[in-house]
T-cell receptor, first 112, second 115 residues
Framework: GDSVTQMEGPVTLSEEAFLTINCTYT??????LFWYVQYPGEGLQLLLK?????DKGSNKGFEATYRKETTSFHLEKGSVQVSDSAVYFC???????????FGSGTRLLVRP | DAGVTQSPTHLIKTRGQHVTLRCSPI?????VSWYQQVLGQGPQFIFQ?????ERGRGNFPDRFSARQFPNYSSELNVNALLLGDSALYLC???WGMGSGTDTQYFGPGTRLTVL
């Protein structure tokens, strides 16, 4: 079945460091791909999305490119801030479906 | 505009009891989905309701049920609670069916603890 695999955390970085969180997926058809972020004590917030191959989603300095050939959707940010500390979830929505299938999440801790 | 709201925020129950969780979608949204997030894991899809009809169900036992009301709010019911039902229950709303082009917006969740 469809699934999402994320790199395990926690990822600990110093402020202004470069961030990459790896995400790969398995799906039939043409899924849409998402990154959600969960701050402590809060629900999930959509960070960015891409709905077809080679699309790049971007928001708040974060970027991810839908790579069909490598079935990947890696999250990147050039310079992280302390306020970026959170848990990041990669997710897919199967082509004709409504439900979201999430990875297990990657905790990011940014130190001043 | 108000976002997705859920009640209660926290809930403590004992094994065998029944629980009802509530969700109000964003105004104008017609779809509500429910997810279970066990500590340390990603959310798992439970149900989706669109226009008051069940449109999808995840791999959860029949102890889990839900419904959507004419005002598009929703309830999730869990009977005969087990310790393993302890989790954060998330509600998400979207305008349409919530496919890739239709963003799902999540509420803050209800933290259920089963003792």
């Amino acid at each position: 079945g469809d699934s999402v695999t994320q790199m395990e955390g926690p990822v600990t970085l110093s402020e202004e460091a470069f961030l990459t969180i790896n995400c790969t997926y398995t799906a039939t058809g043409y899924p849409s791909l998402f990154w959600y972020v969960q701050y402590p004590g809060e629900g999930l917030q959509l960070l960015l999305k891409a709905t077809k191959a080679d699309d790049k989603g971007s928001n708040k300095g974060f970027e991810a490119t839908y790579r069909k050939e490598t079935t990947s959707f890696h999250l990147e940010k050039g310079s992280v801030q302390v306020s970026d500390s959170a848990v990041y979830f990669c997710a897919l929505s199967p082509g004709s479906s409504y439900k979201l299938i999430f990875g297990s999440g990657t905790r990011l801790l940014v130190r001043p | 505009d108000a976002g997705v709201t859920q009640s209660p925020t926290h809930l403590i129950k004992t094994r065998g009891q029944h629980v009802t969780l509530r969700c109000s979608p964003i105004s104008g949204h017609k779809s509500v989905s429910w997810y279970q997030q066990v500590l340390g894991q990603g959310p798992q899809f439970i149900f989706q309701y669109y226009e008051k009809e069940e449109r999808g169900r995840g791999n959860f036992p029949d102890r889990f049920s839900a419904r959507q009301f004419p005002n598009y709010s929703s309830e999730l019911n869990v009977n005969a609670l087990l310790l393993g039902d302890s989790a954060l229950y998330l509600c998400a709303s979207s305008w349409g069916m919530g496919s890739g082009t239709d963003t799902q917006y999540f509420g803050p969740g209800t933290r259920l603890t089963v003792l």
